[in-house]
Protein backbone atom coordinates (compact mmCIF):
# COMPACT_ATOMS: atom_id res chain seq x y z
CA UNK A 1 0.00 0.00 0.00
CA UNK A 2 1.06 3.69 -0.37
CA UNK A 3 -0.32 6.88 0.74
CA UNK A 4 -1.45 9.03 -1.93
CA UNK A 5 0.44 12.33 -2.16
CA UNK A 6 -2.77 14.99 -2.62
CA UNK A 7 -5.21 13.40 0.03
CA UNK A 8 -3.05 11.28 2.30
CA UNK A 9 -5.09 8.36 1.62
CA UNK A 10 -3.42 4.94 2.59
CA UNK A 11 -5.40 2.92 -0.42
CA UNK A 12 -4.35 -0.40 -1.58
CA UNK A 13 -5.17 -0.16 -4.73
CA UNK A 14 -2.96 3.38 -5.21
CA UNK A 15 -1.09 3.45 -8.71
CA UNK A 16 2.12 5.53 -9.70
CA UNK A 17 2.16 8.07 -12.49
CA UNK A 18 5.84 8.52 -14.36
CA UNK A 19 6.26 11.93 -16.18
CA UNK A 20 8.72 12.36 -19.20
CA UNK A 21 11.30 14.15 -16.70
CA UNK A 22 11.45 11.09 -14.43
CA UNK A 23 8.87 12.14 -11.57
CA UNK A 24 7.37 9.42 -10.01
CA UNK A 25 3.66 10.36 -8.31
CA UNK A 26 1.20 8.70 -6.23
CA UNK A 27 -2.00 8.94 -5.95
CA UNK A 28 -5.27 7.23 -4.68
CA UNK A 29 -7.79 8.77 -7.45
CA UNK A 30 -7.62 9.81 -11.07
CA UNK A 31 -9.03 13.20 -9.61
CA UNK A 32 -6.41 13.41 -7.08
CA UNK A 33 -4.00 13.04 -9.74
CA UNK A 34 -5.30 15.76 -11.72
CA UNK A 35 -5.15 18.11 -9.02
CA UNK A 36 -1.10 17.64 -8.59
CA UNK A 37 -0.44 17.09 -12.52
CA UNK A 38 -3.06 18.42 -15.04
CA UNK A 39 -2.51 21.66 -16.08
CA UNK A 40 -4.84 24.98 -15.89
CA UNK A 41 -6.84 27.26 -17.82
CA UNK A 42 -4.92 30.43 -18.12
CA UNK A 43 -8.22 32.34 -18.25
CA UNK A 44 -10.91 30.03 -15.97
CA UNK A 45 -8.47 28.35 -13.83
CA UNK A 46 -10.10 24.84 -14.47
CA UNK A 47 -7.80 21.52 -14.99
CA UNK A 48 -7.28 20.89 -18.38
CA UNK A 49 -8.40 16.84 -18.38
CA UNK A 50 -8.36 16.93 -22.49
CA UNK A 51 -6.51 18.20 -25.23
CA UNK A 52 -7.00 22.07 -24.60
CA UNK A 53 -5.89 24.71 -26.45
CA UNK A 54 -2.06 25.90 -26.82
CA UNK A 55 -1.21 29.02 -28.07
CA UNK A 56 2.04 30.42 -27.87
CA UNK A 57 3.04 28.50 -24.96
CA UNK A 58 0.38 29.27 -23.14
CA UNK A 59 -2.63 26.19 -22.51
CA UNK A 60 -6.51 26.95 -21.78
CA UNK A 61 -9.29 24.45 -21.53
CA UNK A 62 -11.41 25.69 -24.64
CA UNK A 63 -10.70 27.79 -27.63
CA UNK A 64 -13.28 30.34 -26.13
CA UNK A 65 -11.14 30.69 -23.01
CA UNK A 66 -8.08 30.95 -25.32
CA UNK A 67 -9.71 33.67 -27.83
CA UNK A 68 -10.67 35.87 -24.58
CA UNK A 69 -6.99 35.95 -23.23
CA UNK A 70 -4.66 36.11 -26.53
CA UNK A 71 -5.31 38.85 -29.33
CA UNK A 72 -5.65 35.94 -32.41
CA UNK A 73 -9.36 36.23 -32.90
CA UNK A 74 -10.51 34.04 -35.12
CA UNK A 75 -7.39 31.73 -35.92
CA UNK A 76 -8.45 30.52 -32.61
CA UNK A 77 -10.99 27.33 -33.17
CA UNK A 78 -11.99 23.99 -31.37
CA UNK A 79 -11.20 21.48 -33.64
CA UNK A 80 -11.96 18.13 -31.99
CA UNK A 81 -15.89 17.20 -32.57
CA UNK A 82 -16.56 20.28 -35.51
CA UNK A 83 -17.95 19.41 -38.26
CA UNK A 84 -15.33 19.86 -41.53
CA UNK A 85 -17.67 21.86 -43.53
Known amino acids: MAACEVCG ?3 WMSFEVRTKGGDVHVF ?4 CAAQRIAPSCEHCQCRIL ?3 VEVD ?5 CA ?3 RTTVSKGAEIRDA ?5 G
Not at 28 to 31: R, T, Y
Open 9 to 11: NDY
Open 28 to 31: DSIE
Open 50 to 52: GHG
Open 57 to 61: GRFFC
Open 64 to 66: HCA
Open 80 to 84: VGAHP
